[in-house]
Each structure stands twice: as structure tokens, then as C-alpha cells.
């Protein structure tokens, strides 16, 4: 890596602290250690609280940023606790999806209460929504959370954690579910493993994907637009 991508890696890191009320906490505190640092070493009153104020806070950062990064992987939903955001909860019936002509999977669902439609694609990692739909179905950016670089067709790219309230499509209904957004994301709104793996199972037959929820619930009313 040569002087001028460490530099351009370094600007994004510095672009995204206005975004993002946990980073700019980070940078405070980290100041603010040093200087707790340098009052201590000439021996100046509180020094040493300063200092250990920062401390605490930068453990609670980390601990806060665990938190999100946990709630990307249902592996470790039952490790670590909410810390206040909802729970991310997906239930409901088994619902098949046809494949479309163009080789994907898509379906029409309703992103609180506003019809949107998904491509179910188990080669995101992340649900995704575009800038456009986050605006109709009224999602802001998590207060405190830290963007997240997703890698595109187009490049690498910021974008902003929100949280789904509710999400339906076929038999299926997903609740509190984090998704990602971002102006320069497309149009492609897209259904990623953190909503699939919350399944029992994802299966194909017959260029048909099956989604199987666990404790299946009573089924809601499909509704694919037509």
C-alpha cells in the first residue's frame, strides 16, 4: 500500500466521525486521555480522574460497538443482551418464491406498512434498502451507530444502520430487523442473511425458494401486489 491509499483510507475514517455520534465520543475521549496523560506526568490536579474518566468511556464504546456488530450475526443474539434496540424477530408460515426470469428471487413485501419490492439474495451478508425506500417507509439513521463499509458492484461504499420495525412478505413477518442504507447504495432493495439465517431453513426445489420460519406462526395474508 503506497502513501496515497493510506492517506485516502485515512480521510474516509476521518469523514465519517461527523456522521456518527459514537465516533465523535471516541475522538473526544481519546483527546481527552491524552491530555489526562500529559497533566499527570507534570503532576497537575485531575490528571488522573480525567484520564480514568476516558477510560471508562472509551470500555463503553468498545462494549457498544460489540453490541451492534453482534446483532449483524443471530449466532451471537444469544450472547450478548439488546442494550435498549429491539429485539430481531422473524416468524410466520413457510412462503415459496418462484424464481423471476432474470435467474433472481423476488418478492413484494411491506416495509412498515409501505409496499416495497426485495431481491432475496443469500450472498448479501446485510438487508439492504435504498435510499428512495428508507425515505417512503420513513427509516433513519440508528442514533450513535457506526456506519458500516459494505463492498458493491460499484466499489466500497458507507452506509448508515436503521432499524426495520416491521417487515411482511408472503407468510413471513420480521420485527426490529437492522438493515443498512445509503444514497449512493442504488435502487436494489435486497433481503440479506441477517433476516434469512433468523429462518428454520431457506431450501430450493424446481427453481423455487422455500423459506421456513422456527415456531411458526399463524400465517398473514400474501399480498404480491397485483
Known amino acids: 500500500m503506497d502513501f496515497s491509499q493510506i492517506w485516502a483510507a485515512f480521510a474516509d475514517v476521518i469523514g465519517q466521525v461527523p456522521r456518527s455520534g459514537l465516533l465523535v465520543a471516541t475522538v473526544v475521549a481519546v483527546l481527552a486521555g491524552w491530555i489526562g496523560s500529559v497533566m499527570v506526568g507534570r503532576d497537575m490536579a485531575f490528571g488522573r480522574l480525567i484520564r480514568s474518566v476516558s477510560t471508562v468511556v472509551l470500555g463503553g464504546i468498545l462494549v457498544l460497538v460489540v453490541l451492534q456488530v453482534s446483532r449483524l450475526n443471530p449466532r451471537l443474539d444469544v450472547a450478548f443482551p439488546e442494550a435498549g434496540l429491539p429485539e430481531q424477530i422473524v416468524e410466520g408460515g413457510e412462503t415459496r418464491i418462484p424464481i423471476a426470469d432474470d435467474g433472481h428471487y423476488w418478492l413484494r413485501a411491506e416495509v412498515n406498512g409501505v409496499p416495497v419490492d426485495f431481491m432475496v439474495d443469500t450472498g448479501a451478508t446485510l438487508t439492504a434498502v435504498s435510499e428512495r425506500t428508507a425515505q417512503r417507509a420513513g427509516l433513519e439513521p440508528r442514533p450513535g451507530g457506526i456506519p458500516i463499509r459494505l463492498s458493491t458492484a460499484n466499489g466500497t461504499i458507507t452506509a448508515d444502520v436503521t432499524t426495520i420495525d416491521e417487515l411482511r412478505f408472503g407468510n413471513v413477518a420480521a420485527r ?51
Open 176 to 226: 426490529g430487523l437492522d438493515a443498512v442504507t445509503a444514497p449512493n447504495l442504488g435502487e436494489t432493495n435486497v433481503i440479506g442473511m441477517n433476516l434469512l439465517s433468523r429462518l428454520k431453513s431457506v431450501r430450493f426445489e424446481d427453481n423455487t425458494m422455500i423459506l421456513v420460519p422456527n415456531n411458526p406462526q399463524p400465517a398473514v395474508e400474501w399480498s404480491d401486489g397485483s
